[in-house]
């Protein structure tokens, strides 16, 4: 069983940045790829990025590639998701997943726990 609790959500401002962290529990951490997920009003929840075990394979969606950054801490069993330029349409609530597949995948079946959320809101 693995506990997820996201945090670093907030209002930032069209162009500004956040720092979204996800920390674990259990000390099988290391063992899970991890990823990162959004969902807006309305919206089905959708990918943002994934990172495998041991941090050395990160994938993004399009829509995030070269503004938003993943990474791992496994001794802190803890993982980021750096986002830069934030755009209105950012605004989600992000969601941390885990998942036992040694595969990072984009998709929201493939992942065995989820965090509650932290809300992102961008003002234009």
């Known amino acids: 069983q693995v506990q997820l609790v996201e945090s670093g959500g907030g209002l930032v401002q069209d162009g500004g940045s956040l720092r979204l962290s996800c920390a674990a529990s259990g000390r099988t951490f290391s063992s899970y790829t991890m990823g990162w997920f959004r969902q807006a009003p309305g919206k089905r929840r959708e990918f943002v990025s994934s990172?495998?075990?041991?941090?050395?394979?990160?994938y993004y969606a399009d829509s995030v590639k070269g503004r938003f950054t993943i990474s791992r801490d496994n001794a802190k069993n803890t993982v980021y998701l750096q986002m830069n330029s934030l755009k209105p349409e950012d605004m989600a609530l992000y969601y941390c997943a885990a998942s036992r597949s040694l595969v990072p995948s984009s998709q929201t079946s493939r992942y065995d726990y989820w965090g509650q959320g932290t809300q992102v809101t961008v003002s234009s």
């Open positions: 990172i495998a075990w041991s941090g050395g394979n990160t």
